[in-house]
């Protein structure tokens, strides 16, 4: 490697030097990192003209009592930045783990966290009413860091991660639905066949929507519909409002609807049906608790049959 690699130029640097340079580079003066750190500012300071000692050159230009950073230091803060990641997701993992008693902590996809998880948790605590929960929302691509993390015991998603540290469990399955004003399909009890998928503007949901884009998108490329693209949302939240406006037909999952319909908006199923499918995901080296087998145990009950659940 050479001098100016900026793998090797941060293995001269403690952690410390780390934690410092990034407070100033990401608040831009010594005195606001020495407040995020919790430190004074002459410490700040002196940590910061050790780690330049330690590389042999400036990180930061001192204008006017002001640091602006170096031409070099722009160039070390991508590797930096990625270390400090780490560090926090480590501090994170031992608090967690420190952290006495059982509580689960559950996170979804941000719609099944609209209305299926919340009525899931309030049902459990029914029967266990001591029961302790964390609940969140996270997408898909952030599935893997916030378990290792500790920051969440089970993810229920509609994608089974292929990753050897993650164990999926199917537990039930979903379908897809529009969204859409009273009487915008025509008669009432009409389903959203290929007909009427071609003659409605449907309003299109993005590639980084996530996995039930995806789905959709694969689906109605199999049926071969070319669908107008002239307008696009990276939520369906985005998606219902623009439907209740009449803006066009959005699409939702099942399990995010019933959060989303209200006056002026309903729900149709696509004929033929566009499933998918629900999985409980978590770590493959940490079996699940006894509370957690029992709240696995009941969401497979709501969604086999939600009427059993009050």
């Known amino acids: 490697m050479s001098q100016n690699d900026p793998a090797r130029t941060t293995q001269l640097l403690s952690l410390r030097h780390i934690e410092v340079f990034h407070a100033i580079y990401a608040n831009g003066s010594a005195s606001a990192a020495a407040v995020v750190l919790n430190v004074s500012q002459p410490s700040i300071s002196k940590t910061l003209r050790h780690a330049e000692d330690r590389l042999g050159f400036a990180l930061f230009h001192r204008v006017k009592g002001r640091l602006s950073p170096t031409e070099k230091a722009h160039i070390l803060f991508s590797e930096i930045d990625e270390i400090h990641e780490k560090l926090i997701s480590l ?11 059982e509580t689960l902590k559950v996170s979804a996809l941000p719609g099944f966290g609209l209305d299926f998880l919340p009525r ?14 964390e ?45 859409h004003r009273p009487g915008a399909l025509g008669s009432a009890g009409a389903v959203m066949d290929r007909e009427r998928l071609r003659r409605h503007k449907l309003i299109g949901m993005s590639a980084q929507s996530g996995p039930l884009a995806r789905i959709f998108h694969q689906e109605v490329a199999r049926r071969g519909i070319d669908l107008d693209g002239d307008l696009t949302v990276d939520t369906m939240y985005i998606g219902a409002v623009l439907a209740r406006l009449g803006a066009g037909l959005a699409v939702s999952d099942d399990l995010s609807a019933p959060a989303l319909l209200g006056e002026g908006l309903i729900s149709t199923p696509f004929e033929p049906p566009i499933d998918y499918r629900i999985f409980a995901v978590h770590l493959a080296d940490a079996p699940l608790s006894r509370i957690a087998v029992r709240f696995v145990k009941m969401l497979r009950t709501m969604l086999a049959a939600p009427e059993s659940v009050v």
């Open 120 to 133: 899931a948790v309030a049902c459990f605590r029914a029967v266990e009413p001591h029961a302790r929960f």
């Open 135 to 179: 609940l969140g929302t996270l997408h898909s691509a952030d599935i893997l860091r916030r378990l290792q993390s500790r920051d969440c015991d089970i993810m229920i998603g509609c994608e089974a991660p292929m990753h050897p540290q993650l164990a999926c469990q199917e537990i039930g399955s979903g379908q897809i639905v529009v969204l």
């Open 91 to 101: 501090q994170r993992s031992a608090r967690n783990l420190g952290v006495r008693g």
